[in-house]
């Protein structure tokens, strides 16, 4: 059973900056691609970017970038130029699959989350 724990979350400003970090531990981490996550209240959560085995990413918004250290177990993403409508819980998770994938369902672990706030 892996475990994942993430971190980096908080309160910034418009315009501002953060880098999302997710440490698995319980599972040969290189051999499967990771994705992250985000639920805003009141809404579903949406895919924000994944990443394959070989460290090939992808993501729906131009401002996050994600990437990974396999020495590390470690996967990033890092957020730039943020807005108000990018504040949600971030969420990581692991797939069993090497692939990018950019659906919740293929993803069988999770972290707890992390609080991203985005002020005006």
């Known amino acids: 059973q892996v475990q994942l724990v993430e971190s980096g979350g908080g309160l910034v400003q418009a315009g501002g900056s953060l880098r999302l970090s997710c440490t698995a531990s319980g599972r040969t981490f290189s051999n499967y691609a990771l994705g992250w996550f985000r639920q805003a209240p009141g809404k579903e959560r949406e895919f924000v970017a994944a990443?394959?085995?070989?460290g090939v990413g992808d993501s729906v918004k131009g401002r996050f970038t994600i990437s990974r250290d396999n020495a590390k177990n470690t996967v990033y993403l890092q957020m730039n130029s943020l807005k108000p409508e990018d504040t949600a819980v971030y969420y990581c998770a692991v797939t069993s699959d090497y692939r990018i994938r950019l659906t919740a369902s293929f993803y069988d672990s999770w972290g707890q989350g992390t609080q991203v706030t985005v002020s005006s």
């Open positions: 990443i394959n085995r070989s």
